[in-house]
Nanobody, 124 residues
């Protein structure tokens, strides 16, 4: 069992930056694909980014490519999402997720473990 806890959300003006963190416990995440998703009010959960166990070849949604960076520290059992040039449409609850294996996927159903989420609000 993997327990995930997100932190770092908050209120920021458009153009600003935030760094989200996800702390894992219960098991090492070194063999897991780690992902970030978000859910805006009235919308379905949306893929944001994912990274393989080795940290290489991250996968991003087109809407965040070039602005967001996902990274992981297996030694500390953490994953981060650096968000720059934030836009009001980035406003959502952001979730950290984990799945066993090597395949990077944007499908929420492929991730077995989820955090509770952290709110990000971007004002215009």
């Amino acid at each position: 069992q993997v327990r995930l806890v997100e932190s770092g959300g908050g209120l920021v003006q458009a153009g600003g930056s935030l760094r989200l963190s996800c702390a894992a416990s219960g098991r090492s995440i070194s063999s897991y694909v780690m992902g970030w998703f978000r859910r805006a009010p009235g919308k379905d959960r949306e893929f944001v980014a994912a990274v393989s166990w080795g940290g290489g070849r991250p996968y991003y949604a087109d809407s965040v490519k070039g602005r967001f960076t996902i990274s992981r520290d297996n030694a500390k059992n953490t994953v981060a999402l650096q968000m720059n040039s934030l836009k009001p449409e980035d406003t959502a609850v952001y979730y950290c997720a984990a799945r066993m294996g090597l395949v990077l996927t944007a499908a929420p159903s492929e991730y077995a473990y989820w955090g509770q989420g952290t709110q990000v609000t971007v004002s215009s």
